[in-house]
């Protein structure tokens, strides 16, 4: 079945740099990559996904990539604020599988 | 709003009492899954389901039970069977396969 690794469980960086988290997957069948975000106390949200077809995606300070010959994918925060503090989890599946596989979470840190 | 929602936020059981846990949603989504969350394990999967009565058990579904006699419920059942029930319990849904997943905010059992 799919696995997901994801890198660093922690990641602290001052406030304005920018953060990149990076995961790979191991079933070459998947084909779509979701990330969400999660608050203390709250459930995951999406923030962007990329399907297979697509090598990366923007949304304001907040991109995706995706190289499918090396099977990995990151998230990039660009300008980063206080409220970008949360923990982020990547995940894969593919269209006819209903299961989605999650890495096991980064702990992003913004110092002030 | 439509949502899914959790209850109760918190719950505390003695040891060897089954509990369940209430989710409901208002986005008419068909498919709707509970997952498990515990620190640095990332998100479990417990159970699925695509459809009205029908569920699969996910990666970790040994000592929990659900139900989906309606769209808009998924009640899991923590049982006493269950070696380590002390998690956040987190449940979603989705439109169907390859789809986001929407989260609710999640259930916190302990038990002692």
């Known amino acids: 079945g799919e696995n997901v690794e994801q890198h660093p469980s922690t990641l602290s960086v001052q406030e304005g740099d920018s953060a990149v988290i990076k995961c790979t997957y191991s079933d070459s069948a998947s084909n779509y990559f979701p990330w969400y975000k999660q608050e203390l106390g709250k459930g995951p949200q999406l923030i962007i996904d990329?399907?297979?077809?697509?090598g990366e995606k923007k949304d304001q300070r907040i991109a995706v990539t995706l190289n499918k010959t090396a099977k990995h994918f990151s998230l990039h925060i660009t300008e980063t604020q206080p409220e970008d503090s949360a923990v982020y989890f990547c995940?894969?599946?593919?269209?006819?599988?209903?299961?989605?596989?999650f890495g096991k979470g980064t702990r992003l840190h913004i110092l002030p | 709003d439509g949502g899914i929602t959790q209850s109760p936020k918190y719950l505390f059981r003695k040891e060897g009492q089954n509990v369940t846990l209430s989710c409901e949603q208002n986005?008419?989504?068909?498919?709707m899954y509970w997952y498990r969350q515990d620190p640095g394990q990332g998100l479990r999967l417990i159970y699925y389901?695509?459809?009205?009565?029908?569920?699969q058990k996910g990666d970790i579904a040994e000592g929990y039970s659900v139900s989906r006699e309606k769209k808009e419920s998924f009640p899991l059942t923590v049982t006493s069977a269950q070696k380590n029930p002390t998690a956040f319990y987190l449940c979603a849904s989705s439109l169907g396969v390859g789809s986001p997943l929407h989260f609710g905010n999640g259930t916190r059992l302990t038990v002692t």
């Open positions: 389901s695509q459809i009205v009565n029908d569920f």
């Open positions: 990329i399907r297979s077809n697509v």
């Open positions: 995940a894969a599946t593919k269209n006819r599988d209903d299961k989605i596989i």
């Open positions: 986005l008419n989504h068909d498919a």
